[in-house]
Each structure stands twice: as C-alpha cells, then as structure tokens.
C-alpha cells in the first residue's frame, strides 16, 4: 500500500523525514541494513529516484551510509541519534508551547497543567 504525503513540502524529504523518524524511534536500529531503494519506492508507491534523493539526503546528514555491493545500513552512531531525538523534541516542545500561550496558558499555568497531565489528574 502506498504511503500518504501531503503537498506542503517534496515527497522525497517526507519520505526521508519518515525514515529518520523511524531511526529516531528505534523501529529500525542503528547498523541495521535498510530496504533497497526499489523496494522502498515500490512499497510507497514513489519513482526509485524520489527514493533514491530521500536517501541522499539521509546520507548528507549522515543518518545513513552506503557500503559498496552491500547496501545502505542505519548509523550507528548513538550520539548523533540521540542529538536528532533532541532536536525534535526542542520542536515539538515550541510548537506546542507555542500553541498554548496562544489559547492564554502563562508558562507558569502551563507547568502546572502539564503536572497535573502528567500525574493522570487531568481535568
């Protein structure tokens, strides 16, 4: 089944995106060998050289590397994960704050709320 990608940026930095997510994440460990690049194309239902770009792309951030006849394996580099896992957190952390303070939450609310959440007495 084809994957689903929105039109608000190019497909092959979503499918990278998805990929790294899934580094990030743990789904696919570090050192793991990852699909082919036709494989992966047929899978989300993209042209090999959209999935070949987002591969490129993991590779220039070095969340990936190629070894010569054997394939793309994930890093392993732990530090670098967990530096990535970091910046998406301080992302998703903005926006949320973000979107808080718009509906009228202080910061100091907003940790008390979060608290609360996070002690399961959410209101």
């Known amino acids: 089944m084809a994957w689903k990608f929105d ?21 696919i460990k570090p050192g793991q060998q990852l699909p082919t690049v036709r494989d992966l194309a047929e899978e989300a239902g993209v042209n090999p050289n959209t999935m070949q770009r987002a591969f490129t792309s993991l590779e220039q951030e070095n969340m990936v590397f190629s070894v010569r006849t054997s394939g793309r394996f994930v890093t ?3 530090q670098l994960i967990e530096e990535e896992r970091h910046k998406l957190a301080q992302t998703e952390l903005k926006s949320f704050i973000d979107k808080m303070t718009q509906f009228g939450f202080s910061k100091d609310k907003l940790v008390t709320v979060l608290d609360q959440y996070i002690k399961g007495e959410s209101q």
Do not use: F, G, R, V
Not at 7 to 25: D, F, G, R, V, W
């Open 7 to 27: 039109e608000k940026s190019p497909i092959y930095l979503q499918i990278a995106n998805h990929i790294k997510m899934q580094i990030i994440s743990q789904e």
């Open 76 to 78: 392993e580099d732990l």
